[in-house]
């Protein structure tokens, strides 16, 4: 038996707990819905976005130049630096050459193809180049010889060459100036057949 006595409170600042009634669960619904709706349009316009810039991407019509890793033949094992001083040259000069109308790969993309088995094929899909240049370096004592060519990737075709020599001896002015000559006859070989 319940014996303890009742008092009536008037003015109680205590909130009582009301049950949820058919317009809080709609308000609750509408909420939902809102955020759903709001989720999917953020999502669509990323995808949108996603592909607007995929397709600026694939939109680029430039030629694409890779320029592997010149390999060092020579008996001095010094000139392996020369070697790569002149690769960084190239592909820094190559790519100031004509930049509307030439990528360069960078060198950190092409740098693992040292001495690479793989076909010129092969390395220019994974790579997504039109165009390889390789090449390799000799000395005989007194001169360095640095002997390049340009492949077209789709046939393999070797569509230029060429040799270049200088003097052993300023390693800086050597690179800067065997890249400029090999960058400026490659330059008008590439876009000579693009053109085409």
């Known amino acids: 038996r319940f014996l303890v006595p009742v008092e ?25 819905v809102t955020v759903a709706l709001l989720t999917i349009v953020l999502l669509c316009g990323g995808f949108l976005a996603m592909r607007w810039w995929g397709n600026r991407t694939a939109g680029d019509q430039r030629t694409v130049l890779a320029v592997l890793p010149l390999e060092d033949w020579s008996d001095d094992a010094s000139h392996g630096l020369l070697c790569e001083g002149i690769t960084q040259e190239l592909i820094t000069q190559s790519g100031k050459a004509d930049p509307v109308r030439l990528a360069v790969v960078p060198r950190a993309a092409s740098a693992p193809y040292r001495h690479t088995a793989k076909t010129v094929a092969e390395v220019a899909h994974e790579l997504r180049a039109d165009y390889l240049m390789e090449g390799n ?34 390693s800086l002015a050597l690179e800067s100036e065997i890249a400029a000559a090999i960058t400026d006859k490659a330059k008008a070989a590439l876009l000579a057949t693009t053109a085409r």
């Open 137 to 170: 370096l000799r000395d005989d004592g007194e001169r360095v010889r640095v002997t390049v060519e340009l492949i077209r990737a789709k046939d393999e075709a070797r569509i230029w060459g060429g040799d270049f020599d200088g003097e052993t001896g300023d």
């Open 8 to 32: 009536v409170i008037e003015n109680s600042t205590s909130k009582t707990l009301e049950p949820a009634t058919a317009s809080t669960r709609v308000w609750t619904r509408r909420n939902l």
